[in-house]
């Protein structure tokens, strides 16, 4: 049954870049998600869930629907001195650019006393290749558009009063 904007949506998918496989959902265990409360996916890959029915697809996202463009002014140098503690590749570190923005900088080369810091997403510029196989879809409840998540099965259970 095709469902609207407010649904819930159990789903697994391969993520491709280039043709190699960078992510996938834990095998055997479905994400389930409400479509307009998913901030964890890229706008593209929520938009596309919205409507389909139970199967497989494939489908390209390209930077702008993914996780945007790369943005080279979102790439620093820093001298090691400059870091609260020894950097290592990988490491994010919270900072401010200069628009008083709070960025997440990811540590992305290491030489002598320079530090590059990257704060762009690891997959801006980059066309997202997802297979995905829904599950299933059903109408999202009145609670569950209320709360903003997902009740019951692959979702959050309250206790009483909650």
């Known amino acids: ?17 280039q043709g190699e ?3 996938r959902s834990p095998e055997g265990h479905p994400l389930t998600i409400l479509s307009g409360f998913a901030p964890g996916l890229p706008l593209g890959l929520e938009a596309a869930l919205v409507g389909k029915e139970p199967g497989t697809y494939q489908l ?5 629907q ?5 943005d080279p002014a979102k790439r620093v140098v820093v001298q090691r001195a400059q870091l609260p503690d020894e950097p290592r590749l990988g490491q994010v570190y919270t900072a401010e650019n200069a628009d008083g923005q ?7 080369a290491l030489e002598g006393d320079a530090v590059t810091l990257d704060a762009n997403h690891r997959w801006a510029g980059k066309t997202l290749e997802y297979h995905l196989t829904i599950h299933a879809v059903r109408p999202a409840d009145a609670e569950e558009i209320a709360h903003g998540h997902v009740h019951g099965e692959g979702g959050v259970v309250h206790g009483p009063g909650q």
């Open 60 to 64: 390209e996202l390209p930077p702008e």
């Open 1 to 17: 049954m095709q469902k609207g904007l407010h649904s819930v949506i159990r789903f697994e998918y391969v993520l491709r870049i």
């Open 21 to 23: 496989t960078v992510e």
């Open 102 to 108: 709070t960025l997440l900088y990811r540590v992305v």
């Open 66 to 70: 993914a996780y945007g463009p790369y």
